[in-house]
């Protein structure tokens, strides 16, 4: 599925621009300058089919990541990911969501990162890869979830509560939706 875009500069500016530039000033008719923040976020929840296994494996799932860059320059990151192997008493809940990037050569797709509980306790680092593959039904979004990997750990995260428990589930959603938004926001003139 497209991300929903509502553009004030030219895509290939942006892309060119790297992942990093989020904050550009563009000079506006009659040399007026105006401020456009780059905002990008994945929303969706639903349920999963989880790959592998002899019997089939699904998990409910919430999630909520944005990213937006102030006017000051700080990057604000927000969001919530909850997920719950259906049958088990297994459950995974955010506390600290601290990135939310486009996954690299893709246009449909975000990385979240933070840390996160199990089953209420303990404190592991994660990464979240969630795709907006399709319209809702189409079973072509599809998430993937580490925690405390060492793809979960990159970047130099400070390492779970234990070394010994590491999770790993990735599958197609057979319901719900994930919607991936990228927008320039027009903060007006400076």
């Not at 875009?5 to 904050?23: D, E, F, W, Y």
């Not at 990135?99 to 990385?111: F, K, L, N, V």
């Not at 509980?117 to 998430?143: H, K, M, T």
């Not at 990997?149 to 070394?163: Q, Y």
């Amino acid at each position: 599925m497209t991300p929903i875009r509502q553009p004030s500069l030219p895509r290939r500016q942006l892309l060119s621009a790297g992942a990093g530039a989020l904050l550009f000033v563009v000079p506006k008719a009659q040399g007026v300058a105006t401020r456009t923040i780059l905002q990008r976020g994945m929303s969706g929840g639903g349920m999963a089919q989880l790959d592998g296994g002899d019997e089939p494996r699904l998990a409910n799932f919430g999630l909520f990541a944005s990213s937006l860059q102030l006017p000051d320059g700080e990057t604000l990151v927000l969001g919530a990911i909850q997920w719950i192997e259906a049958g088990t008493d297994f459950q995974l809940q955010s506390t600290e969501v601290t990135q939310c990037i486009p996954i690299a050569d893709r246009s449909d797709g975000a990385e979240v990162r933070g840390r996160m509980q199990v089953n209420g306790e303990g404190d592991f680092p994660f990464v979240i890869r969630a795709i907006d593959g399709g319209r809702p039904g189409s079973a072509l979004d599809r998430i993937e979830i580490e925690v405390n990997t060492a793809a979960a750990r990159e970047g130099g995260v400070d390492l779970g509560s234990d070394d010994v428990f590491v999770y790993e589930a990735a599958g197609n959603l057979v319901a719900g939706d994930f919607q991936w938004v990228i927008s320039d926001i027009d903060m007006g003139g400076q």
